[in-house]
């Protein structure tokens, strides 16, 4: 079928390309990125179109069986900002302070993959770095971690336990997989199940919603309404992801169109 001349000369013309993915996608639904945030944000300091990025912790597979590795690169912005300012009116309801940023892709081996994931859990900093950290020989001599959430890895061990002693992933491969569990925790929607096994990093099977952070909600995660969009809020606040704050991606069901250009 040929396309009239004016029709052709627009459509080649055009910047911009609308496509969907003309091959099966690398990340299927269900997939999990376990990522580290590089720099703060701040909503005090950040605007709209800044530059977000993030780096995965763990390797991760795809579709094809080949491995997204540690240290893939996560890319994203900031599509709202706005910095806390206290009313001092009398009886005044204090104007609640957001941040809204979205993931747009992860680039890896030359790879470029657009994202269409929510944001399972993410936890600051301290609450991070204590999944890290074993408690005091004396307690427990193996080393046990807590993993973000609840479960118990020991490193001289390949089962990862639940707090009730059921066996809910593995160490393999240099990481932590798991199955994921339902669960609700304080995300705006529930986080869901999975047969797969995914990669967790320093999250729980059942992790899901905010950890460690204080006088900030999670209003949206991306999994209900905007894709990819993780909101923040807070009416004591302005909220801050921290440098080196964890977060715990699942890819959505639906895959988003791929822009080029």
Known sequence: MKLPVFAAIALFSSPFVIAQTSSPALLTPGTTLPIRFDHSIDANHVHTGDAISAKTTQQVRLANGQTLPAGAHVIGHVTTASAFSFDTTPYAKQKQSTLTIHFDSIDAKNEHLPLNVYVRA????????????????????LGTLTQIGG?????SQKEILSQEGDI???????GAYAHLISATGNAPS????TDTEQSMGLYS???CGL?????????ENGRAGNASTLTL??????PKIWANSTALLEVLSQGPAVVSQ
């Open 122 to 141: 993410m936890a600051d900093p301290i609450t991070s770095w204590d999944a890290r950290r074993p408690k005091p020989s004396d307690e427990d001599p």
């Open 151 to 155: 479960d118990q890895l020991t490193p």
């Open 168 to 174: 809910v992933g593995y160490q393999h491969h240099g």
């Open 190 to 193: 529930s986080c869901d199940a």
């Open 205 to 207: 099977a059942s992790a």
């Open 211 to 219: 950890y460690g952070f204080t006088n900030v909600s999670l209003l």
């Open 233 to 238: 809020v807070s009416h004591r606040d302005s």
